[in-house]
Antibody, heavy 115, light 106 residues
Framework: EVQLQESGPGLVKPSQSLSLTCSVTGYSITSNYWGWIRKFPGNKMEWMGYISYSGSTSYNPSLKSRISITRDTSKNQFFLQLNSVTTEDTATYYC?????????WGQGVMVTVSS | DIRMTQSPASLSASLGETVNIECLASEDIYSDLAWYQQKPGKSPQLLIYNANSLQNGVPSRFSGSGSGTQYSLKINSLQSEDVATYFCQQYNNYPTFGAGTKLELK
């Protein structure tokens, strides 16, 4: 069974970088697309970006200057880095697999940006 | 970006009732639409993709329809376990989500 698990710090200071890891079991990240999505307090959902089976990336234009998604195929993990965070980046962050739609999700990790 | 206008924002219905949730896209998304269910404290679960295809393992009381810019999710014979927030998402362009519909029992 495909399983995804997010990990990373739950608290980040403003202006610093947010770094999260998504560990995937039961399926190779060299197939399909793998993405990051976040849910803000108040329920708004935002797609952040994907990394493809080949390692190419696609990002939400609103984040393009701050975001990087990379991967380590030997560990079957992919990563999110979001730079220069502000309190508006406080959210629950999810990783997910995209085949057609987002069919497998991690359980989510809550990240608070605060000094 | 493509804006998804989802309605209603909240909905109260009785057990056994039929429920409809709508999503209106700001431009034609050619049926590149998914519906998700999210229960409190859980991650979203895919219900419907390509506007009307039922994801494996999802009960047949859930169905999706629509084309162009207008789409809907129907839940027949509402069950207690259907209490959740429902989101639509388009993936024709870079993905965007509706604001969600919170479904409660009356």
């Amino acid at each position: 069974e495909v399983q995804l698990q997010e990990s990373g710090p739950g608290l980040v200071k403003p202006s610093q970088s947010l770094s999260l890891t998504c560990s995937v079991t039961g399926y190779s990240i060299t197939s399909n697309y793998w993405g990051w999505i976040r849910k803000f307090p108040g329920n708004k959902m935002e797609w952040m970006g994907y990394i493809s089976y080949s390692g190419s990336t696609s990002y939400n234009p609103s984040l393009k200057s701050r975001i990087s998604i990379t991967r380590d195929t030997s560990k079957n993990q992919f990563f999110l880095q979001l730079n220069s965070v502000t309190t508006e980046d406080t959210a629950t962050y999810y990783c997910a697999r995209r085949r057609v739609a987002l069919d497998y999700w991690g359980q989510g990790v809550m990240v608070t940006v605060s000094s | 970006d493509i804006r998804m206008t989802q309605s209603p924002a909240s909905l109260s219905a009785s057990l056994g009732e039929t429920v409809n949730i709508e999503c209106l896209a700001s431009e034609d998304i050619y049926s590149d639409l998914a519906w998700y269910q999210q229960k409190p404290g859980k991650s979203p679960q895919l219900l419907i993709y390509n506007a009307n295809s039922l994801q494996n393992g999802v009960p047949s009381r859930f169905s999706g329809s629509g084309s162009g810019t207008q789409y809907s999710l129907k839940i027949n014979s509402l069950q207690s376990e259907d209490v959740a927030t429902y989101f639509c998402q388009q993936y024709n362009n870079y993905p965007t989500f509706g604001a969600g519909t919170k479904l409660e029992l009356k």
